[in-house]
C-alpha cells in the first residue's frame, strides 16, 4: 500500500493536519488575549485611596457602654467612615457606631470610641473602614 492511501485512510491528510495547525494557532492566541485582558484589568483596577483598620483593644466601660481601640491607616489628606461595633457572649451585635474621621498629615492614627451598648457587651472592635 502506499504511504498516502495509509495516511488517508487513518485521517492524517494535508487538510486535516491545516485544520489542526489553525485551531492550535486560534487556542493559543485567545489564550494570550484573555491573558493580556486580565494582566490590564488586574493593572488597571488599583485602588487610588487605601484604608486600613486595626483593633488595638477595648476595655468595658458599663453594662451598656463599652470602650474600643483601634488604629486607622489611611492616605494623608483624605477623609473616611468607620463602624465599630460591640459584642456580647455570643459573639451577637449588641452595640454599633458610625465614625466620621476627618483628614489628617499622618498616615497612621490611634482612636478610642465609646460604644453604647443593648445588652452587656464582652468585646468591641472595629467592623469596616471606607474613604469618603
Known amino acids: 500500500m502506499s504511504e498516502i492511501k495509509i495516511d488517508a485512510r487513518y ?65 494623608p489628606g483624605q477623609k473616611a467612615k468607620c463602624a465599630v461595633q460591640a459584642l456580647d457572649i455570643n459573639f451577637g451585635i449588641v452595640g454599633w457606631k458610625v465614625i466620621t474621621i476627618p483628614p489628617s498629615t499622618t498616615r497612621s492614627r490611634t482612636f478610642s470610641t465609646v460604644v453604647r451598648t443593648a445588652q452587656p457587651a464582652v468585646s468591641g472592635l472595629i467592623y469596616l473602614c471606607w474613604p469618603t
Open 11 to 75: 485521517g492524517r491528510t494535508k487538510q486535516r493536519s491545516r485544520r489542526t495547525r489553525v485551531i492550535a494557532i486560534a487556542f493559543a492566541g485567545a489564550i494570550v488575549v484573555v491573558f493580556a485582558a486580565w494582566a490590564i484589568w488586574g493593572g488597571l483596577d488599583v485602588p487610588g485611596a487605601s484604608v486600613e483598620s486595626t483593633d488595638v483593644g477595648n476595655v468595658r466601660v458599663n453594662n451598656q457602654a463599652i470602650e474600643v481601640r483601634w488604629e486607622l491607616s489611611e492616605n
